[in-house]
């Protein structure tokens, strides 16, 4: 998993994996009974509670991202030139990972930096 993305994109990421995680405990949980009989009910019970958890968790992540994403700032990437949400002061470009800011005091270079750096990649 790549920690150099979008927060958005993170937190896309972490539901789908605690989406994943759970359906996998419910399947496990359900196959537990048929391997182990009535020994895999505790364990099914187990798989299906964590499981049952970690979706509610995960949909609980969902809404935050969304109720973050639209607070998020809609802007055009300098980078790539696509339309790209940012969240906070700065974030990462969804689309080239490029770190963008909205500090003047976080931006290491200057507009004339990035206009050059443009121009010398079209
Ligand atoms: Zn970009």
């Known amino acids: 998993m790549k920690m150099k993305s979008a927060k958005i994109n993170a ?27 009535s020994a895999g009910k505790i364990a099914a019970a187990i798989g299906l509670v964590i499981g049952l958890i970690s ?40 689309f080239c990972h490029t770190l963008l800011t909205r500090d003047p005091a976080q931006a290491t270079i200057t507009a004339e930096q990035l206009e050059s750096q443009q121009s010398s990649h079209p």
Request: contains cysteine; charged residues 10%; positive net charge.
């Open 11 to 37: 937190f896309r990421t972490w539901g789908l994996l605690l989406t994943m995680l759970g359906m996998g405990l419910m399947i496990a949980g359900t196959a537990g009974i048929v391997f182990w009989g």
């Open 55 to 94: 979706m509610m968790a995960s949909l609980a992540i969902y809404f935050w991202a969304g109720m973050l994403s639209t607070s998020a700032v809609q802007l055009e990437c300098p980078e790539c030139h696509k339309l790209t949400k940012m969240l906070g002061k700065t974030d990462r470009c969804m």
